[in-house]
């Protein structure tokens, strides 16, 4: 699966990079608000948004193709 990396701003003006999905079925904000609840890593000020359709399931082997 494809994902893609944003530059964003944080709230104290750190600059965010946030792991998203290309293509989901619904559209992610760039906060760590959004929907999907993104896993937050504040020493690298890095945001991995979860996908709506499960993919990162299938590539951590956590569910296989059936």
């Known amino acids: 699966m494809t994902w893609r990396n944003v530059f ?3 709230m104290t003006g750190d600059i965010v990079v ?6 989901d079925i619904r ?3 760039l906060t760590a608000e959004c929907w999907c609840e993104p ?3 504040y020493e690298h000020m ?3 948004h979860n996908s709506a359709d499960g993919r990162e399931k299938f590539e951590t082997g956590e569910r296989k193709v059936s």
């Open 27 to 29: 559209r992610h904000e």
């Open 18 to 23: 946030h792991v998203i999905p290309m293509d």
């Open 46 to 48: 890095v945001a991995v």
């Open 8 to 10: 964003g701003e944080s």
């Open 39 to 41: 896993e937050l890593d």
